[in-house]
């Protein structure tokens, strides 16, 4: 029997998606596990596979075309069906904006196959009490069920409960849908469209911007003993100062776990592990790849997995969990000449270090002037959940590491 094939969540933030490539074209068939189509979600451009098999029927949604998670891209199922149906109900529907529609009709197997969603196929769930709709808009949300408080009879999750669910660390999302336009030097203003991208950008920096108390402490470091340890290596390793500095700053953290945290509404969560996300600049916006467990990676595998990331930060090619729920995030504008500047904090992390350039300074050592590497860095940190001395601590023992590289190891 025909069925509806929908837009999924490619992302865990995703809302909407763009339809990049179709891989298959009407009337071709496809099993379990083929990519169907390729679609760009808020921060990068994921594979939709098949978890069924069957013909593509008709494609509703075209290349470049836009859908809503929950709303059909498609139409699949035996060669020569007849769909006209299918396609009745499908133009009656009405376009969905900004929250997902679901109706009654939907067939609830064909989107428990159609999800993508593991977390909600995983674990014991059906012991808790949903009704059916809620559980389809879960389903097509992909929302954890067993994060959701019931408020219907005995405790029961109804659709209210879905549709009102925020996650703690939700974040709004985009889809990339802009087109850069060629400025030329002209008299006449340019118009150029906001992305979704940028304002969900604006939206994240605004709420971390305004709820979170930022307050910044600066030092200045002296980089001679590294940079000429970088030297030294240099000869065997070429490897990237920011390799370098994730690595004293996860080792750091760890030392000093406050800084390491995350507010969850009426507690602090200190981290166990050691997370940290480092800023790429895009064309049309940033985004965070992260290298997990920094602290217990030794400095030539951080900057293998860097290098990495940074590749497919640049090429659109980051899968969620390489860009998400970072502890701790490092933003470095050396490159670009920047001497100091502060960052905002990059939630569900409590604070961020914003790393200048390495500028040659006259310093006064044993009374006599001297030049040295010095590079300043400014950490952002959240009042709510850092107290202004746990802070100072922090770079106290930041600058006295990047100072000894040495006390890294110990």
Known sequence: MAEKLYMIALSPTMEKGTIIKWNKKENDSFTEGDVLCEVETDKTTMDYEATDEGTILKILVPEGGKAAVGEPIAIFGEPGEDISDLLEDTIKEEPTNESVVVKEEINDNSLKDATASKTLENGNLD???????????????????????????????????????????????????????????????????????????????SQSKYTAPHFYLTVSVDMSNLLENRKMLKKKYNLSLNAFIIKIVANTLKKHRRINATLNNDSIIEFGRVDIALAVAQEDGLITPIVRNADKKGILQIDDELKILIDKAKNNKLDPEEYTNATF???????????????????PGSAILAVGMIKETPVVENGEIVIKPIIKMTLSSDHRVIDGALAAAFMKDLKDTFENPILAIL
């Open 127 to 205: 012991r808790i009490k949903i009704s059916p709709l809620a559980r389809k808009i879960a389903l097509m949300k992909n929302i954890d069920i067993s994060k959701i408080k019931g408020t219907g009879p005995g405790g029961r999750i109804i659709k209210r409960d879905v549709e009102n669910y925020e996650p703690v660390q939700s974040v709004k999302d985009i889809k990339k849908d802009y087109t850069p336009i060629q400025v030329e030097t002209s008299d006449e203003d340019v118009v150029i469209p906001l992305s979704d991208k940028r304002r969900i950008i604006g939206e994240r920096l």
């Open 329 to 347: 995030t490092i933003s470095n504008l050396g490159s670009f000449g920047i001497d100091e500047f502060t960052a905002i904090i990059n939630p």
